[in-house]
């Protein structure tokens, strides 16, 4: 989506956002700590993010690759610098091609620093040597395809007559050639910022201004960034700031309010400015606290259009529908289906659509290191050491799984003690999810969707299950037709006792003026066809076994509950009672440990 229309959307309902700038890092590792931090970051709530472009190219295939990795694995609306430093044409052109692929629909386009080790600018052969010329050159080759920003500097305010003046003419040449809107360069000082808004305004130019806000770190690095910025910086600053400088965090506290009272400012002035644009530097906790002290909350709507991560790429914007096998590996389901020409939507999905393709030739990928695994794990030697591994994992004791890289969501707080308690009796479970009966769309825990709806699912349970404890259940689960399920084991045998083919819709959401919304499915031939879900599910089983040296009671016991135990999905389909999914497991759990309770088997598929 372009940034242009996302403004346009808070402005007309009278609402503050909010967008983070990062940085490409140096280092592999540094690479990937940023991607784990930016997703941390998406829960502050954020309209978009921009990713800028190394002085000289230097990082510009990173940019570009992590364009690629937020607007797809991410799922947020990415903005991508664009400068013409040391950039031949052809250079210019693989980089807005490769954006396009990717989904990003927004360009700064800026003129660029000189390259490192030179004081003065110099245009590359067959480059450009203006920002105007690279924004004619975008409007030319890709018409209204992207939004356009381009920096402004408040600054200039203060330059004489003359030279500010031929500045803002500058300014709207760059607008008339087709600029959307204007990013600002950082700084301190709300009344020169204030003052150069009305001026823009005054010479007709009318586009959006962002303004650019950088929370204050440390001392060091706020003198710094000021510094190379030429930042000029209010006296009153100074005088709150430099009496604690060898104090980092009293820095911080005191910089926050100070950064607060500007952007609060900046808010009441009738500017018509909703939106603030931070500065990261690629760290957390300034830019949190800056809007913990704003009181700025996240708006659900915003985190969560659907219940599942949306990726923004081109061929999935459109998807409205998936399975809920994958909910706990997302970036996997990613992986496997980004060469799908289509993906199926609307009302319900139909795997036998030519829109489903294959989920093969992604291999499966165990994230933890040998020594991650067993500090994580440990040494299980039984079935019981396994069942407190889950359950600790469902009361969130433990911050993953083989099956689950990150810690459960806080929805699966809603039925943790339920959950925990069927691992204990041995049922292993990978994906759950709770009833919901018409919660608000803004609920802060099953909410997603537009404001003013209203969403429902149906409770939802996914595990690893011994074939004795299994013919137990089913038992008690034939008893109540309002309960669905499939059984399949690692040869892909099926049992259910569903007999129809369609899918069963297990999260829809009701909202003003829309048709109702069912975004997640159950459906026979979907965990069928897609042999991918059950491979994986159980090679991570192995996997795990696999950390552990050959011929250990741990592999062993790992490897042979995989090779022996059956993948089973159970559906609830009466939404209203959030407890009875879990009533048939209680009854067979403790019918089995009590079968069992004379002479329990710790190492093998009979007991606990």
């Not at 590359?124 to 004619?136: Q, S, T």
């Not at 408040?154 to 803002?168: G, K, N, V, Y």
């Not at 430099?242 to 009272?261: C, F, S, W």
Request: aromatic share 12%; glycine share 8%; charged share 25%.
């Amino acid at each position: 989506m372009k940034i242009s229309q996302k403004i346009e959307k808070q402005q007309k309902e009278g609402k503050v956002w909010w967008s983070f700038e990062y940085f490409p890092p140096r280092t592999a590792q540094g690479l990937q700590n940023l991607l784990d931090r930016i997703e941390r970051m998406r829960a502050l709530g954020p309209e978009f993010i921009d990713i800028t472009w190394n002085a000289g190219g230097r990082t510009s295939d990173l940019t570009s690759e992590m364009v690629k990795t937020c607007q797809g694995l991410i799922g947020i609306e990415t903005c991508m610098h664009l400068t013409c430093t040391n950039m031949p044409k052809e250079k210019v052109d693989i980089a807005l091609r490769e954006a396009k692929a990717h989904g990003c629909r927004n360009v700064l386009a800026l003129r660029g620093d000189p390259p490192a080790g030179k004081e003065e600018w110099e245009a590359v052969e067959g480059g450009f040597v203006h920002g105007i010329d690279l924004v004619r050159h975008i409007r030319k080759n890709y018409g209204d395809y992207f939004d356009i920003a381009v920096p402004g500097f408040p600054q200039f305010q203060l330059l004489t007559p003359a030279e500010r003046d031929l500045e803002m003419e500058y300014l709207k040449e760059k607008v008339n050639a087709g600029v959307n809107f204007i990013f600002t360069q950082m700084f301190y000082d709300v009344e020169i910022f204030i003052d150069w808004v009305k001026a823009v305004r005054a010479a007709g130019i009318t586009i959006p201004i962002v303004p650019g806000i950088a929370p204050i770190q440390t001392w060091n690095g706020f003198m710094r960034a000021t510094s190379l910025a030429k930042t000029i910086i209010p006296q009153f600053f100074m005088d709150a700031l430099e009496p604690h400088k060898n104090d980092d965090e009293k820095v911080r506290a005191i910089g926050t309010k100070l950064v607060a009272d500007m952007c609060r400012r900046i808010l009441k002035e009738d500017l018509g400015i909703l939106g603030l644009h931070f500065y990261t530097m690629n760290l957390e906790k300034a830019t949190k606290m800056l809007l913990e002290e704003l009181a700025l909350v996240p708006r659900v709507e915003t985190l969560k259009p659907l219940p599942w991560r949306q990726s923004l790429t081109p061929n999935r914007r459109q998807e409205t529908i998936r399975p809920i096998f994958w909910a706990n590996r997302t970036k996997s389901y990613i992986s496997r289906t980004e060469n799908w020409d289509e993906y199926p939507n609307g009302r319900f999905g139909d795997s036998r659509s030519p829109a489903y393709g294959e989920l093969d030739g992604y291999g499966v990928w165990f994230k933890r290191s040998v020594e991650e695994a067993v500090k994580l794990w440990g040494y299980p030697t039984s079935l019981s050491d396994i069942a407190s591994l889950f359950s600790r994992f469902c009361t969130k004791q433990l911050v993953a799984l083989p099956w689950s890289d990150q810690a459960p969501s806080s929805e699966t707080g809603v039925i943790s003690s339920q959950l925990a308690r069927m691992n204990e009796l041995g049922f292993f479970t990978i994906n759950s999810q709770p009833a919901v009966n018409g919660a608000r769309s803004d609920d802060k825990v099953h909410g997603w969707g537009p404001s003013n709806g209203y969403v429902y699912q149906k409770a939802y349970l996914e595990f690893f299950v011994n074939p004795a404890l299994l013919d137990l259940l089913l038992k008690h689960i034939e008893r109540d037709s309002n309960i669905t399920y499939y059984v399949i084991n690692n040869r892909g045998d099926l049992k259910t006792n569903t007999h129809s083919d369609g899918p069963n819709a297990v999260t829809w959401g009701v909202f003003p003026g829309k048709e109702i919304v069912q975004p997640t499915i159950v459906e026979a031939i979907s965990f069928m066809a897609w042999k991918a879900y059950l491979d994986e599910a159980y090679e991570l089983g192995q996997q795990w076994a696999q950390i552990y040296d050959e011929g250990s009671s741990s592999r062993k016991l790992i490897s042979d509950f995989m090779e022996t135990s059956f993948l089973v999905n159970v559906v609830h389909n009466d939404f209203q009672d959030q407890e009875a999914i879990f009533k048939p497991f209680f009854l067979a759990g403790e019918e089995y440990r009590a079968l069992n309770a004379t002479s329990p088997i710790v190492n093998g598929v009979n007991g606990l």
